[in-house]
């Protein structure tokens, strides 16, 4: 593998653990919506990651080699049963007077959120690293 190859892997970490960020930050800003345009309370997403080649001739110009970097496949919207709470003046109480809320942990999105930043900083740090290799080798070549 060669530097630029290095780089390119951790770019396309970047932009996928910033999606994971994005995500994760949309699920706890709507912990409590209890009405969507779509109808309903607000449903859990989480993005799928899936491999990616890393230029579209990447299996063509070389065989041998099987690069990859990731990339966001989707964002799947999870099916979880909705938290039932008891609020018989709520504009969207049923006519028992309970509220459908989304099933969101505040906790699990804090830890998917922790785990995306340090996989972000990771990827920053190689290609940090990257980079760093680069210069020292334009200096070795002087």
Do not use: C, W
Not at 42 to 47: A, C, M, S, T, V
């Amino acid at each position: 593998m060669n530097l630029v190859d290095a780089i390119d892997i951790g770019a396309s970490g970047l932009t996928a653990q910033r999606t994971h960020l994005d995500v994760t930050a949309m699920n706890m800003a709507n912990a409590k919506t209890t009405r969507t345009m779509e109808g309903g309370p607000y449903r859990r997403k989480q993005p799928i990651f899936a491999e990616a080649p890393l230029s579209p001739f990447a299996g063509i110009l070389d065989r041998e080699r099987h690069i990859s970097g990731v990339r966001v496949d989707e964002v799947r919207t999870e099916n979880r049963p909705f938290r039932r709470v008891y609020e018989p003046n709520h504009p969207d109480a049923d006519a028992e007077g309970y509220v459908n809320y989304p099933d969101i942990n505040i906790m699990e999105e804090m830890t998917n959120m922790l785990s995306a930043m340090r996989a972000y900083e990771a990827n920053v740090s190689t290609i940090s690293t990257a980079k760093n290799m680069f210069l020292k080798a334009l200096e070795i070549g002087r």
